[in-house]
């Protein structure tokens, strides 16, 4: 048997993708436009105050193409923390106009392939940092989820503790090419959803998405056991993004 890696838990997150009902959204009145935004924007004031008080981050987004309109992204210390979070946008008036399209539920996630001795990850900084990130301001995001594989021949979890380590360190030389360019977010999802991890990736180019992980397919541990689900982009929206994305006078 394999020696399962050991792993740090940090702050829960939840991935909101919802589209918007534009018809219905033009159907109301200028005045009920207005308050359902009103409303959205001193929810995100109170998430800005969770986030003063270092207890969560949250961020919106607009995600381009079919799969989405907007991103609520969450990161939380407890899962009830986001099932309230998710029953209060619910219960708003621009709530009625969205429908989700896809979430994500996950635990951001630190494993110690790669970890230094001697250092404690209670008190760490870094490490904590990490475990409970702030979304960055960069002007993009991509968010997909994925799997290591488990087939015949090509199963990542009866591959020895040396082997992976080995090749997570490589996986982590490719990622420190990209520092400063990207910011990663590795959350673990088995038991939460139905993918293994979500990988949240924060960059202002949209084409270091596409570098950083086209460079990685070719690196072992994506090329030979990892399998991808949906990729979703799109940008950070500010609060008077929001009103204007909105906007339809
Ligand atoms: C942006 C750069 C970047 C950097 C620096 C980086 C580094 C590292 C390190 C050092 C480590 C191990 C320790 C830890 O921190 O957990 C990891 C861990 C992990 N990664 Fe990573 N990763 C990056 C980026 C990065 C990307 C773009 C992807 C998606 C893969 C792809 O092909 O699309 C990814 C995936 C993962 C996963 C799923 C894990 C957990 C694997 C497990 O089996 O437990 N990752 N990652």
Same mark, same amino acid.
């Given at each position: 048997m394999s020696e399962a890696v050991h792993t740090l838990e940090g702050w829960f997150v939840h991935?909101?993708?919802?589209?918007?009902?534009?018809s219905s959204w033009k159907l109301l009145s200028p005045e009920d436009r207005q308050a359902a935004v009103d409303e959205v924007l001193s929810l995100a004031a109170s998430w800005k105050e969770t986030e003063n008080q270092k207890q969560g981050s949250s961020g919106m987004f607009t995600i381009l193409g079919h799969k989405a309109d907007l991103l609520f992204l969450h990161f939380r210390p407890t899962l009830?923390?986001?099932?309230?979070?998710?029953?209060?946008?619910?219960?708003?008036?621009?709530?009625? #106009? %969205? $429908?989700?399209?896809?979430?994500? *539920?996950?635990?951001?996630? &630190?494993?110690?392939?790669?970890?230094? =001795?001697? @250092?404690?990850?209670?008190?760490?900084?870094?490490?904590?940092?990490?475990?409970?990130?702030?979304?960055?301001?960069n002007k993009n995001i991509c968010f997909y989820p994925m799997n290591k594989r488990r087939e015949a021949g090509q199963n990542w979890y009866t591959l020895s503790m040396e082997e992976?380590?080995?090749?997570?360190?490589?996986?982590?030389?490719?990622?420190?090419?990209?520092?400063?360019?990207?910011?990663?977010?590795?959350?673990?999802?088995?038991?939460?959803?139905?993918?293994?991890?979500? #990988? %949240? $990736?924060?960059?202002?180019?949209? *084409?270091?998405?596409?570098? &950083?992980?086209?460079?990685?397919?070719? =690196?072992? @541990?994506?090329?030979?056991?990892?399998?991808?689900?949906?990729?979703?982009?799109?940008?950070?929206?500010?609060?008077?993004?929001?009103?204007a994305y909105l906007d339809v006078e």
């Open positions: 991935h909101d993708f919802r589209t918007i009902d534009w009830e923390e986001l099932i309230e979070l998710e029953a209060t946008f619910n219960k708003t008036k621009f709530a009625d #106009v %969205t $429908l989700p399209s896809y979430s994500y *539920v996950s635990v951001v996630e &630190l494993s110690n392939y790669v970890a230094s =001795d001697n @250092v404690d990850p209670e008190t760490d900084p870094y490490i904590q940092s990490r475990l409970k990130p702030i979304i960055p301001d992976r380590r080995e090749m997570m360190r490589s996986h982590g030389l490719i990622g420190r090419k990209y520092a400063g360019k990207v910011t990663q977010v590795i959350s673990g999802s088995v038991g939460l959803d139905d993918w293994e991890w979500g #990988v %949240t $990736l924060f960059a202002d180019d949209p *084409v270091t998405f596409k570098k &950083l992980i086209y460079e990685m397919r070719f =690196d072992e @541990v994506s090329a030979k056991y990892s399998e991808f689900g949906t990729f979703l982009v799109g940008n950070k929206l500010s609060e008077e993004a929001f009103r």
